[in-house]
């Protein structure tokens, strides 16, 4: 019972709800009873509001009685713990902040508490979004629940061990480089990265402002369209917040993708590639093409300069967290402390080279998606890293599929596509015209229903 | 161009010192592994010669015979 709970869709739960079959109280209890039961071996939260939560479904349960029919309504979710909630911990996962109770809250946290979301706690996040916590760290790191000495993935550490494990059925992430993404390939779940402007970063904890993007993240390609909905949309507060109209994202799922172009990117993307993944992959656009769809290979050269968008990210970093890192340099954890003190080593003349590198790819990727609908990758290259090899501080950052898209800021889709021989989930990227999530939900939804990646359960 | 685009330790000390920061002596192999790897494409750059949205004029510098 407690599974079937778990692991319901948010459609499954709203319907069961309004059936008077189930409650939101009943729910939040089971998932409170998992959490306690389940997340001493997993880490995933940091912070556990269950009076608040109570709370929450009671109130829920009063607008059901009432008719309310916001899908919603009554749903269990979690924010990452660099998500600002007034009155709430935000620990940034980080020593720096282990105290810190904000008094403002997020504009994504405040829009899921209007569409009547139950807010079950904060989730861990590697320090400000970056840094794995080592050994000895304040915050201990989620685990994986495929694996737990396996890494969930990072940034959104928490959200995605989380969600694999049944303990929440919505979570916010944020993604710089792949955080949302990362940790949805990782643990077998669905994440997306909208367009850059999409969805407010107003209330959370910045790493680098012209790369940051917020986010959901689910077990279902539908469950995250339900959860972007509200997220969606111009906010005074986010200076990057556009006023492009905002889709119904729920519309256009169960329609077929026959004719639609799927642009496989053959160079950057596959260098290095897990055999596993590669497999998993090809197997996933034979899917696509026996649903009609329209797959092609395309290529985009200046990808081959990705990772100079580290430039940017270093530099932006240390812009917002200089003054700390000079006046309390002992509260950043090991090795993050001193990747983001390699910003201040960023000269202005590579800041702005990388920013022109960046242009160029920007106006390529465009200029390829004249001529497709998405594009198609594997979401990361390998499946999840041990923590032993996690751990070793020379490890720094592995090349991956994911930065690109933060990059052009495209929204992007990861969703499962397959297991590797070890039981670690394998995941599937689609990236979308600026703006046009509709599309990539679309396609992901298509493939997902087509396939039973997203059913299955880790061993917790 | 003529620059290495390997940074080399000594490079990534002359850049701490002019920065103003500290970092420990265990972490300069790791912080000069973390830029050299973000720095390879743009020092592989010609700034005058890149393809980029913004307009910039190009033009030959030096001494033309």
Same mark, same amino acid.
């Given at each position: 019972?407690? +599974?079937?709970?778990?692991?319901?869709?948010?459609?499954?739960?709203?319907?069961?709800?309004?059936?008077?079959?189930?409650?939101?109280?009943?729910?939040?209890? %089971?998932?409170?009873?998992?959490?306690?039961?389940?997340?001493?071996?997993?880490?995933?939260? %940091?912070?556990?509001?269950?009076?608040?939560?109570? &709370? +929450?479904?009671?109130? &829920?349960?009063?607008?059901?009685?009432r008719?309310?029919?916001?899908?919603?309504?009554?749903?269990?979710?979690?924010?990452?713990?660099?998500?600002?909630?007034?009155?709430?911990?935000?620990?940034?996962?980080?020593?720096?902040?282990?105290?810190?109770?904000?008094?403002?809250?997020?504009?994504?946290?405040?829009?899921?508490?209007?569409a009547g979301t139950v807010l079950l706690g904060k989730l861990i996040t590697h320090e400000f979004a970056m840094g794995l916590q080592f050994p000895g760290h304040r915050f201990p790191p989620a685990r994986n629940p495929w694996n737990v000495n396996h890494i969930p993935g990072g940034s959104s550490s928490g959200s995605g061990a989380a969600l694999?494990?049944?303990? %929440?059925?919505?979570?916010?992430?944020?993604?710089?480089?792949?955080?949302?993404?990362?940790?949805?390939?990782?643990?077998?779940?669905?994440?997306?990265?909208?367009?850059?402007?999409?969805?407010?970063?107003?209330?959370?904890?910045?790493?680098?402002?012209?790369?940051?993007?917020?986010?959901?993240?689910?077990?279902?390609?539908?469950?995250?369209?339900?959860?972007?909905?509200?997220?969606?949309?111009?906010?005074?507060?986010?200076? &990057?917040?556009?006023?492009?109209?905002?889709?119904?994202?729920? &519309?256009?799922?169960g329609r077929d993708v026959r004719g639609l172009r799927v642009g496989v990117i053959r160079n950057y993307f596959f260098e290095g590639v897990d055999p596993e993944v590669e497999r998993a992959f090809e197997e996933a656009m034979a899917t696509l093409r026996r649903l009609g769809a329209d797959v092609r290979d395309v290529q985009i050269p200046s990808l081959k300069a990705t990772h100079s968008f580290l430039l940017i990210l270093l530099a932006e970093a240390y812009a917002y967290h200089e003054r700390d890192l000079r006046e309390h340099p002992e509260l950043y954890g090991d090795v993050l402390r001193e990747r983001f003190l390699a910003g201040a080593l960023v000269t202005a003349a590579e800041y702005v080279q990388a920013q022109r590198i960046r242009s160029e790819i920007c106006r390529e990727t465009?200029?390829?998606?004249?001529?497709?609908?998405?594009?198609?990758?594997?979401?990361?290259?390998?499946?999840?890293?041990?923590?032993?090899?996690?751990?070793?501080?020379?490890?720094?950052?592995?090349?991956?599929?994911?930065?690109?898209?933060?990059?052009?800021?495209?929204?992007t889709l990861a969703l499962p596509c397959g297991f590797s021989a070890s039981g670690l989930p394998l995941s599937l990227q689609l990236a979308g015209r600026p703006f046009d999530e509709a599309t990539v939900l679309r396609v992901g939804h298509a493939y997902e229903q087509a396939t039973s990646w997203h059913t299955r359960r880790p061993p917790v | 161009m003529g620059e290495p685009l390997e940074l080399?330790?000594?490079?990534? *000390?002359? *850049? @701490?010192?002019?920065?103003? @920061?500290? @970092?420990?002596?265990h972490r300069l192999g790791m912080v000069r592994k973390l830029l050299s790897d973000a720095l390879v494409q743009v020092r592989a750059l010609d700034s005058r010669t890149i393809k980029t949205v913004e307009p910039a004029v190009r033009f030959q510098g030096g001494r033309h015979e």
């Amino acid at each position: 019972m407690s +599974d079937a709970i778990a692991y319901s869709t948010i459609r499954e739960l709203g319907a069961r709800y309004r059936k008077r079959e189930l409650s939101p109280v009943e729910v939040t209890r %089971v998932l409170l009873a998992r959490i306690e039961k389940l997340d001493p071996a997993l880490n995933a939260f %940091v912070t556990l509001t269950a009076d608040r939560a109570l &709370a +929450d479904a009671r109130a &829920a349960e009063e607008l059901l009685r009432r008719g309310d029919d916001r899908p919603l309504l009554g749903i269990p979710i979690a924010h990452k713990d660099i998500y600002c909630t007034r009155g709430i911990r935000t620990t940034g996962g980080s020593a720096l902040l282990a105290d810190w109770v904000p008094d403002v809250e997020s504009t994504c946290g405040r829009r899921w508490q209007d569409a009547g979301t139950v807010l079950l706690g904060k989730l861990i996040t590697h320090e400000f979004a970056m840094g794995l916590q080592f050994p000895g760290h304040r915050f201990p790191p989620a685990r994986n629940p495929w694996n737990v000495n396996h890494i969930p993935g990072g940034s959104s550490s928490g959200s995605g061990a989380a969600l694999a494990a049944g303990l %929440v059925h919505g979570a916010t992430g944020s993604d710089t480089g792949g955080s949302i993404r990362g940790p949805a390939s990782f643990c077998g779940i669905v994440g997306l990265k909208p367009t850059y402007g999409r969805s407010s970063r107003a209330g959370v904890l910045t790493l680098s402002w012209t790369l940051d993007h917020t986010g959901p993240m689910a077990r279902t390609v539908e469950d995250c369209a339900l959860l972007l909905q509200p997220l969606a949309g111009h906010d005074p507060l986010d200076p &990057a917040s556009s006023l492009a109209p905002v889709d119904d994202y729920t &519309a256009p799922l169960g329609r077929d993708v026959r004719g639609l172009r799927v642009g496989v990117i053959r160079n950057y993307f596959f260098e290095g590639v897990d055999p596993e993944v590669e497999r998993a992959f090809e197997e996933a656009m034979a899917t696509l093409r026996r649903l009609g769809a329209d797959v092609r290979d395309v290529q985009i050269p200046s990808l081959k300069a990705t990772h100079s968008f580290l430039l940017i990210l270093l530099a932006e970093a240390y812009a917002y967290h200089e003054r700390d890192l000079r006046e309390h340099p002992e509260l950043y954890g090991d090795v993050l402390r001193e990747r983001f003190l390699a910003g201040a080593l960023v000269t202005a003349a590579e800041y702005v080279q990388a920013q022109r590198i960046r242009s160029e790819i920007c106006r390529e990727t465009a200029e390829v998606l004249r001529d497709v609908d998405v594009l198609a990758t594997p979401t990361s290259p390998k499946p999840a890293t041990p923590f032993a090899q996690a751990h070793d501080p020379e490890f720094g950052f592995p090349r991956s599929n994911m930065p690109p898209f933060n990059i052009t800021g495209s929204p992007t889709l990861a969703l499962p596509c397959g297991f590797s021989a070890s039981g670690l989930p394998l995941s599937l990227q689609l990236a979308g015209r600026p703006f046009d999530e509709a599309t990539v939900l679309r396609v992901g939804h298509a493939y997902e229903q087509a396939t039973s990646w997203h059913t299955r359960r880790p061993p917790v | 161009m003529g620059e290495p685009l390997e940074l080399t330790l000594e490079e990534l *000390r002359e *850049r @701490i010192k002019a920065a103003g @920061i500290t @970092i420990a002596d265990h972490r300069l192999g790791m912080v000069r592994k973390l830029l050299s790897d973000a720095l390879v494409q743009v020092r592989a750059l010609d700034s005058r010669t890149i393809k980029t949205v913004e307009p910039a004029v190009r033009f030959q510098g030096g001494r033309h015979e």
